[in-house]
């Protein structure tokens, strides 16, 4: 079965620091998806990003970047200068084809004033 | 920007109950999912829907649930008789598939007691 890692179960930083949540997926094919969705106590799931499998740039996005590498099928997620309101559990999460979005466990992100 | 929309926010019901959790999807989108997440927990899928006809359901999603699209618009998931360990959140999601986004909806928090 494909599946997603999320090796990082709870990271606590202190604000401004920079942090680095890792994910590692499985997949056999060629095209998939992969999302990042952060989920903050009031429990919605915020979309961050989706990234096409063919397209292997870095992106970054105000204090947000990703790190695709597809040769080691990892797509980590670096906020930098970190705030308070970055706490919240962050979810890597690939999409196959057009099958459904499987979710890591997610990284509980604890931002300490 | 288009939303999947989740009737009621917040849904208590007595263990054996019948319970119907109501989604609107975005309304060019043909695929459909719902999801759960237990308390603490990742967020587990349960059903897809394409075709007006399950397409993969989980081993989560036993004959107690079912899914249906009555009317074209809305999107429901009905579990017949509730049990304690239903609580959880219940996510609502749809895609257009390929490049058009997958989105979810907000959430039914579903306490059985």
């Known amino acids: 079965a494909q599946k997603v890692t999320q090796a990082q179960t709870e990271i606590s930083v202190v604000e401004k620091e920079d942090v680095t949540l890792d994910c590692v997926y499985e997949?056999?094919?060629?095209?998939?998806?992969l999302f990042w969705y952060k989920q903050p106590p009031s429990g919605e799931l915020v979309f961050l990003i989706r990234?096409?499998?063919?397209?292997?740039q870095n992106e970054i996005s105000g204090r947000y970047s990703w790190n695709f590498q597809k040769s080691t099928s990892s797509f980590n997620f670096t906020i930098t200068a970190s705030q308070v309101v970055d706490s919240a559990v962050y979810f890597c999460?690939?999409?196959?084809?057009?099958?459904?979005?499987?979710f890591g466990k997610g990284t509980r992100l604890h931002i300490l004033p | 920007e288009p939303e999947v929309t989740q009737t009621p926010s917040h849904q208590v019901t007595q263990m054996g109950q019948e319970v119907i959790l109501r989604c609107v999807p975005i309304?060019?989108?043909?695929?459909f999912y719902w999801y759960r997440q237990i308390l603490g927990q990742k967020v587990e899928f349960l059903v897809s829907f394409y075709n007006n006809e399950i397409s993969e359901k989980s081993e989560i999603f036993d004959d107690q649930f079912s899914v249906e699209r009555p009317d074209g618009s809305n999107f429901t998931l009905k579990i017949r008789s509730t049990k304690l360990e239903d609580s959880a959140m219940y996510f609502c999601?749809?895609?257009?598939?390929?490049?058009?986004?997958?989105?979810f909806g907000s959430g039914t928090r579903l306490t059985v007691v």
């Open positions: 997949t056999r094919d060629t095209t998939y998806y």
């Open positions: 309304s060019n989108h043909l695929y």
């Open positions: 999601a749809s895609s257009g598939g390929g490049d058009y986004g997958y989105t």
């Open positions: 999460a690939p999409q196959y084809r057009d099958d459904k979005i499987i």
């Open positions: 990234r096409n499998s063919f397209d292997e």
